[in-house]
Structure formats: structure tokens, C-alpha cells
């Protein structure tokens, strides 16, 4: 059993920024790839960004350029760097740590969510 807590959410101004952290419970953090998601009210659960074991990564297109998205296995801990931020950006954030990070992950590990408000 592994257990993630995000953090770093919360308020910020159109065009600022936030790094979002995702810290592990377990040593074993390392074998598993890590999801970022978002869900904004009334709407469908979003892969923002994906990282494999070997540190390859992958973005939706609506953040590609604006989001980084990094691991350090020594501290169990996967971060989402989030700069230019846009009120779309609004969302519940959650991390996910499994085997393969898809759309809709099947088995693995939720973090509890963190919020992000993007407004002025």
C-alpha cells in the first residue's frame, strides 16, 4: 500500500504560478510511473501530465509548455511545476502513482487532491 499527499495548491493571479507536490509514503515510490489529473466542477477527470520510472515525460495538450513535471525518487516525491497559469487551470489536482498512467488508470494509487484557483 502506498499513500500520496499532494500539496501546494491554492489562490493565484491569472499568469502566475504554483508547484504542486505529491509525496509517497514508501520507498517503492520509485517502480511506479506518476499521473497528474485534474477535475473541474462538471467536468471529466483530465491527464495533465505523465512521468515514467526512467523519468520520460508526456503532456496534454492544453498545458504542453506551461507544466513540468519532475520526480526526485531519493525524497518519494513527484512535483508538478505550473507557470502561466490560466483560470481554466481551475481544478481539483491528484496525483496517481501506478504501472502504466492512462486516462482512466486502472488499479494503483489517488492521492486526496489538491485545489488550484486560477482567478484575479
Known amino acids: 500500500q502506498v499513500q500520496l499527499v499532494e500539496s501546494g495548491g491554492g489562490l493565484v493571479q491569472p499568469g502566475g504560478s504554483l508547484r504542486l507536490s505529491c509525496a509517497a509514503s514508501?520507498?517503492?515510490?520509485?517502480?511506479?510511473?506518476i499521473g497528474w489529473y485534474r477535475q473541474a466542477p462538471g467536468k471529466q477527470r483530465e491527464l495533465v501530465a505523465r512521468?515514467?520510472?526512467?523519468?520520460?515525460?508526456n503532456y496534454a495538450d492544453s498545458v504542453k509548455g506551461r507544466f513540468t513535471i519532475s520526480r526526485d525518487n531519493a525524497k518519494n516525491t513527484a512535483y508538478l511545476q505550473m507557470n502561466s497559469l490560466k483560470p481554466e487551470d481551475t481544478a481539483v489536482y491528484y496525483c496517481?502513482?501506478?504501472?502504466?498512467?492512462?486516462?482512466?488508470?486502472?488499479?494503483?494509487?489517488w492521492g486526496q487532491g489538491t485545489q488550484v484557483t486560477v482567478s484575479s
Open positions: 514508501r520507498s517503492t515510490f520509485s517502480i511506479y510511473a
Open positions: 496517481h502513482a501506478g504501472a502504466v498512467i492512462t486516462q482512466t488508470p486502472i488499479g494503483g494509487y
Open positions: 512521468i515514467t520510472t526512467g523519468g520520460s515525460t
